[in-house]
């Protein structure tokens, strides 16, 4: 089946800095979704891209959808404390008519820890 | 606007004993999917249902784990005879009908099932 492979798998910075995180995949996904997790809850969706080669802003956070279709990145600028969370990364290939449905292939999850 | 519920949120099982997890997805979300989430590790996908059918079950376990989405009530993952290697967190997540454009899965908190 479809593999993500997601890295870092964790990273330790400070109040301020940019972070960015990557998601590779061995076989190509029409829809890709980047989500975060606070401890002891369900994944929040953060941004969702669907054509190759998009850039997506959602405030301090920017995602795109790589060329080959194989690959996602998220960047987070100015991180602040709130930030903190494990941040994943979700792939999809069902896509049919223009509507989204199907199931998501999910990386490894980047943990991410911001000293203030 | 009441998100994706699970309950419950916690849930304490011995071994050999049946496990039901329930979900009720957002309002006018028709379709469901279960994921199952190991310690440390990213969602796996597990069924994908809409009211009264199952739509795609391939990340199921062959044996003991069943799901419906009657078309009254929640949806339930069933898990008979647990076994340790059942512990883990379940999320359910929730779209709406296909014909309503690009539609994403919101997550619900997840039920964390402990087998002693």
């Known amino acids: 089946g479809q593999q993500l492979n997601q890295s870092p798998q964790s990273m330790f910075i400070q109040e301020g800095e940019d972070v960015s995180m990557n998601c590779t995949s061995s076989s190509i996904f029409n829809t890709w979704l980047w989500y975060k997790q606070d401890p002891g809850e369900g994944p929040v969706l953060l941004i969702a891209?669907?054509?190759?080669?998009e850039l997506t802003s959602n405030g301090r956070l920017t995602a795109q959808f790589g060329i080959t279709r194989k690959d996602s990145f998220l960047n987070i600028s100015a991180s602040i404390p709130s930030d903190v969370g494990i941040y994943f990364c979700a792939g999809r290939i069902d896509r049919t008519g223009g509507t989204s449905y199907g199931k998501l292939t999910f990386g490894q999850g980047t943990i991410l820890t911001v000293h203030p | 606007n009441a998100g994706v519920m699970q309950n419950p949120r916690h849930l304490v099982r011995r071994r050999g004993q049946e496990a039901r997890l329930r979900c009720s997805p957002m309002k006018g979300h028709s379709h469901v999917y279960w994921y199952r989430q190991l310690p440390e590790e990213g969602l796996k996908f597990m069924v994908y249902?809409?009211?009264?059918?199952?739509?795609?079950e391939s990340g199921m376990p062959k044996e003991r784990f069943s799901a419906e989405f009657p078309k009254e009530g929640p949806s339930i993952l069933r898990i008979q005879q647990v076994v340790r290697g059942d512990s883990a967190a379940y999320f359910c997540?929730?779209?709406?009908?296909?014909?309503?454009?690009?539609?994403?899965?919101?997550f619900g908190p997840g039920t964390r099932l402990t087998v002693l």
């Open positions: 891209l669907y054509k190759a080669g």
């Open positions: 249902l809409q009211k009264e059918n199952i739509i795609d």
């Open positions: 997540a929730s779209s709406p009908p296909r014909a309503t454009g690009y539609n994403e899965q919101f």
